[in-house]
């Protein structure tokens, strides 16, 4: 079965700054990735998906871009960071035989 | 209309109690139906996996879906304190998965 990668777990960033949250998968090959982000108490929401090298779904119109460098990494950016940025990251990845999505541990972000 | 409806609770239980959880969509095309566990600054664990309709068993736990009424319901049997997380229903589209909001679930000891 497949491991997901996040990092940094932790990161605090003051307004305006740039954001880079990369994400690398192990034990699979062209897999589907996927951005999430979930605020406080809430659900997740879609931020982008992928489903191979260069391709990107962009689900929300925001201050975030997302690419897919290698077949198993998936990066988040920004350019400026807003305080709305602030949330907990999550990257998923799909196992397509069983239509199953499985979740990295996350990166809590906080925007001051 | 949002796609998947899920009640955010919290729900709070006596330990050994049983806890039925829920979730309503609206979409009669999903077929792969998911409940993931998470604990309070951890990513989302996968718990149970349902193909179509039908019921799946797996310990304490019991997925049921029934597809006639775009209903899922989750029952974990004998609760315990570790049980208390947010349980999350998930269903595949194409390409991109749904979730509820979450249950916020607390088993008191």
């Known amino acids: 079965s497949q491991t997901i990668h996040q990092w940094p777990a932790t990161l605090v960033q003051p307004v305006g700054s740039p954001l880079s949250l990369e994400c690398t998968v192990e034990?699979?090959?062209?897999?589907?990735l996927y951005w999430y982000r979930q605020a406080a108490g809430r659900g997740l929401q879609l931020l982008f998906y992928s489903v191979g090298i260069g391709q990107i779904s962009s689900e929300v119109p925001q201050n975030l871009s997302a690419s897919r460098p290698q077949d198993r990494q998936f990066i988040l950016s920004s350019k400026k960071l807003l305080l709305s940025d602030s949330g907990f990251y999550l990257c998923a990845c799909l196992q397509g035989d069983k239509n199953i999505q499985y979740f990295g541990a996350g990166t809590r972000l906080s925007v001051l | 209309q949002k796609e998947v409806e899920q009640d955010p609770g919290p729900l709070s239980v006596p330990e050994g109690a049983i806890v039925s959880l829920n979730c309503t969509y609206s979409?009669?095309?999903?077929?792969?139906f998911m409940w993931y566990r998470q604990y309070s600054r951890k990513g989302p664990e996968l718990l149970m996996y349902t193909y179509s309709s039908g019921n799946k068993e797996d310990g304490r736990f019991t997925a049921q879906v029934d597809k006639s009424s775009k209903y899922i319901s989750l029952f974990i049997r004998d609760s315990q304190p570790s049980d208390s997380a947010t349980y999350l229903c998930?269903?595949?589209?194409?390409?991109?998965?749904?979730f509820g909001s979450g249950t916020k679930l607390n088993v008191k000891p």
């Open positions: 034990g699979t090959s062209n897999p589907n």
């Open positions: 979409n009669s095309a999903f077929q792969y």
């Open positions: 998930a269903m595949k589209g194409f390409n991109k998965f749904y």
